[in-house]
């Protein structure tokens, strides 16, 4: 499958770079660093031109989706330390480089969503998880989310995924953004192009694409306790569980202060923390998502059954608040 496909040859890429290696891949037309080996510097020559190879096969994947985006020529370079003026611009081609293979890789954009370190090649933090374990989590739901697509024959919502990842990618610069952004992008196609069953079974076949499944027992807070970790939530409150208004179904209350991602004409996209609820929790499956604007985020009150079918979730309509 395409995403599975594409998290394993950047893996390999990952696996091959070394923080204090001499070597780095560019373009040699333009000097540019392009995803999947922006950042990453490689210990000799014949590692580097490895990892080209791996990133032309990693492009290659794109073709079908978009043909007509432009070539970049992946070429090794011997990375120097600058200091001072007088140096060649690090965006610019410097003399030494060696051709790394003959056949040139495809563009920058790439669907498995590899969004590499901050420019300076480190992974910055932020407030309730590191950046780079965040970039990571919506990496692994996204490729998850395109796969599913991929195994359900949805290819109206795959090239609106595409089609919208392309636009992002030229004008989002910062790695961290441009996830979270893509995950919006993903909630709101899934909600347009699908009916909710079908939006249902995408989300729980993103689900099943993950890791296996935690015991389902405490998956809510489970849930939250992750968002928190990696940044997504600042911080989160969780009721008990009560019986619903049907036999075997059931209700919580949840706040959730400091959400990254960003409300979408007048819908909440929720996509990471669904997926994740969808993970850990089979034996109980989400048929509803109220939310409401609350003081530094959100109050939702979320209501799972163990007997109806579920219900798409990527991205929910936002209610006004009620008088106390």
Not at 103 to 111: A, F, H, Q, R, V
Not at 255 to 267: D, I
Request: hydrophobic letters at 40%; a negative charge.
């Amino acid at each position: 499958m395409v995403g599975t496909t594409l998290t394993q040859i950047r893996t390999h890429i990952e696996s091959l770079a070394s923080d204090d290696g001499s070597y780095e891949l560019v373009c040699g037309r333009t000097g540019e660093r392009p995803v999947p080996v922006d950042g990453l510097r490689f210990e000799d020559r014949a590692t580097a031109e490895a990892a080209a190879r791996a990133a032309r096969k990693y492009r290659s994947a794109l073709r079908r989706y978009d043909p007509k985006v432009p070539y970049y020529d992946l070429i090794v370079s011997e990375h120097e330390a600058r200091s001072g003026g007088g140096g060649a611009s690090a965006n610019a081609p410097a003399e030494g480089w060696a051709t790394a293979g003959a056949t040139p890789g495809l563009p920058n954009p790439s669907c498995d969503l590899d969004l590499g370190p901050d420019a300076d090649g480190r992974a910055a933090c932020v407030d309730g998880g590191d950046r780079a374990e965040r970039v990571e989590f919506c990496h692994r739901v996204a490729a998850a989310v395109f796969e599913a697509l991929v195994d359900a024959g949805h290819r109206a919502v795959e090239t609106a995924v595409m089609d919208a990842y392309f636009d992002l990618a030229e004008t989002v610069s910062s790695a961290d953004d441009l996830c979270l952004r893509l995950l919006e992008s993903m909630a709101t196609a899934l909600h347009v192009h699908l009916p909710s069953a079908e939006q249902a079974d995408v989300l729980e076949r993103a689900a099943s694409h993950l890791a296996s499944r935690p015991d389902s027992a405490g998956a809510l807070e489970a849930t939250l306790v992750e968002m928190e970790r990696l940044g997504l939530v600042e911080s989160y409150s969780c009721s008990a569980w009560r019986p619903g208004p049907d036999a075997g179904t059931r209700s919580a209350e949840l706040t959730l202060e400091g959400y990254a991602l960003s409300a979408r004409e007048g819908r909440l996209p929720v996509l990471p923390v669904v997926v994740e609820l969808y993970r850990r929790a089979s034996s109980w499956e989400p048929v509803s998502l109220h939310v409401t604007p609350a003081e530094g985020g959100w109050h939702a009150t979320l209501s799972v059954s163990s007997k109806s079918n579920a219900v798409g979730l990527a991205s929910v309509p936002i209610h006004e608040r009620t008088a106390d």
